[in-house]
Each structure stands twice: as structure tokens, then as C-alpha cells.
């Protein structure tokens, strides 16, 4: 029911930018259907393979259902312009596209559209994906800078080992901490006892890990220094029987002794 419900929104996403054009049922049935089918693989396939691989955590499935289906709805927006002509319009397809309005000051008045360029159909396709095109670059962009942003370390709440480089892609801090408002936010402190609890757990959870760290860490620096592998117990050699056979000759000479 869930990916029935977001490849609606997805279809609805995808419409958009050719929803001003005369796409008829059939077209926007199409560009509907294909884009649910895209919201619905991201959803099952592609978030989980990005979440596996480079860490990627999307919460809201904005991927899923603004970006793909946004990039296809760029796309159709793209192939509906080029198939825009004024055997479809009229002569009042400047007033969809102002580019595309007649350049005659006189004959744009008597349409009632501003003066254009004269831009072809084909020209104007090629606008979209150029804009397309930007739009990525300027998100895409942006995304990579306000990421670096939010995870320089002083930003980021949790131990100084458990948080990632500026750089590193797909990594931030500990994700005990990624849905605690309180880390990141001023909030109002009217915590219930379960609250309370669960924050306790994991204040304890925080301290483990920190002992964690610092133990192995000592365990490292040991391995350095002896050589010693720290998960290998070393091996203490015995000889149970000649030991027995000693302590068996000592007596011996006692009770002789103490008979003489």
C-alpha cells in the first residue's frame, strides 16, 4: 500500500512540468505509469543498494520520489515541447513558450502575446534540458557543499572517535545519535520516564563503546610493542609428569631420612 501511495505522489511529480502543455489522458497516463514503476524500483531496489554501498541515508525517500521522477518529468517536459508546434497551439503557443512568440512587434500584438524570438520547437527541447542539466549540477553542487558543512567535527555530536572526516562519503557520526533532536536542537526538556529511560541506555551504550575504543587501542599499542598478537592467549608449557615424579622423589628421601 505504501508503494501504491508513493508512486501516486511520484506521477503527480513527474506531470508537473509538461502539466501546462496539451499532453492528452493517454500522455499523462504514460508519464504517470512509468513514473511509479521508477519511484517504486528506487524505493525496493536502488535505496537499499545506496544505503549498502556508500551509506546513504534517505530518510524520506526524496530520491525515490522527487528526484527520479523529477528527472524523468524534465525529460517528458523536454519531448512535449518539441512536439508543441502551431498546428497543435495555434498561433498562441508564445504564450506557453514567450521565446517561441513571433518576433513581429505588430503581429504579437494582434495575438496578444509579448514579442518573441521566433525560438523552433526543437530549440526549445533543447532549452529544457539545458535547464535540466543546470538544475542538477546546482543541487548536486549545493548537496556536496552543505554536506561538508554539517559534518565538520564541530557540528557533530558523539565521541571524537566515533566521528567521520569532512570528506568521507556516506558517513557522519554514530547513528545512535541521528534522530535525537536534542543533540542538534534546543528543545523543550519535558521527558516521560520512557524517555528518560531510553536516554540512560544510551548514555551507557555511549560509555561501552568509548571503553571499547580505548581498549582496543591499548591492545594495539601492546601488539606493537611485544609483537603479541592481543586475541591469542600465549601458551605456558608444562610437564605434568615429570613434575609429579619429582615431587614423588623428594618424599622419598624425607621418610628415608626420618626412619634413619
Same mark, same amino acid.
Given at each position: ?7 501516486? &505522489?511520484?506521477?503527480?511529480?513527474? *506531470?508537473?512540468? +509538461? =502539466? @501546462? !502543455? ?19 524500483? #528506487?524505493?525496493?531496489?536502488? /535505496? ?5 554501498? %556508500?551509506? !546513504? ?22 519531448? =512535449?515541447?518539441? +512536439?508543441?508546434?502551431?498546428? !497543435? ?12 512568440? $513571433? ?7 494582434? &495575438? ?20 535540466? *542539466?543546470?538544475?542538477?549540477?546546482? +543541487?548536486?553542487? #549545493? ?32 547513528? @545512535? ?14 521527558? $516521560? ?6 536516554? /540512560?541506555?544510551? =548514555?551507557?551504550?555511549? !560509555?561501552?563503546? +568509548? &571503553? ?8 594495539? /599499542?601492546?601488539?606493537? &610493542?611485544?609483537?603479541? @598478537?592481543?586475541? *591469542?592467549?600465549?601458551? *605456558? ?5 615429570? @613434575?609429579?615424579?619429582? %615431587?614423588?622423589?623428594?618424599?622419598? /628421601?624425607? #621418610? ?5
Amino acid at each position: 500500500m505504501v508503494s501504491i501511495q508513493n508512486a501516486t &505522489l511520484a506521477g503527480g511529480v513527474a *506531470v508537473g512540468s +509538461s =502539466s @501546462d !502543455l496539451v499532453i492528452g489522458p493517454s500522455g499523462a497516463m504514460l508519464i504517470g505509469l512509468v513514473a511509479g514503476i521508477v519511484s517504486v524500483f #528506487g524505493y525496493e531496489k536502488v /535505496q537499499p543498494f545506496l544505503a549498502r554501498k %556508500i551509506g !546513504l541515508d534517505d530518510t524520506c525517500g526524496v530520491h525515490n520520489l522527487h528526484g527520479m521522477p523529477g528527472i524523468l518529468g524534465a525529460v517528458a517536459g523536454a519531448i =512535449s515541447a518539441m +512536439s508543441a508546434g502551431n498546428e !497543435l497551439y495555434g498561433d498562441t503557443v508564445g504564450k506557453v513558450f514567450p521565446a517561441r512568440a $513571433t518576433s513581429n512587434s505588430t503581429l504579437a500584438a494582434l &495575438l496578444g502575446v509579448s514579442t518573441g524570438t521566433d525560438r523552433t520547437a526543437e530549440e526549445q527541447a533543447g532549452y529544457q534540458i539545458a535547464a535540466l *542539466v543546470v538544475t542538477l549540477a546546482i +543541487s548536486i553542487g #549545493g548537496g556536496m557543499i552543505t554536506g561538508m558543512i554539517v559534518k565538520l567535527p564541530i557540528f557533530l555530536p558523539g565521541l571524537a572517535e566515533e566521528k567521520a572526516g569532512w570528506c568521507e562519503c556516506g558517513k557522519s557520526t554514530h547513528e @545512535d545519535y541521528w534522530y535525537e533532536d536534542e543533540y542538534y536542537w534546543n528543545v523543550e526538556e519535558e521527558n $516521560t520516564e520512557e524517555e528518560h529511560e531510553k536516554e /540512560q541506555l544510551l =548514555s551507557q551504550e555511549r !560509555l561501552k563503546r +568509548s &571503553l571499547d575504543f580505548e581498549i582496543s587501542k591499548l591492545e594495539s /599499542q601492546r601488539e606493537a &610493542l611485544f609483537g603479541v @598478537d592481543p586475541d *591469542v592467549t600465549p601458551a *605456558v608449557a608444562t610437564n605434568t609428569t615429570e @613434575d609429579d615424579n619429582n %615431587i614423588e622423589l623428594v618424599n622419598n /628421601q624425607q #621418610g628415608k631420612g626420618q626412619k634413619s
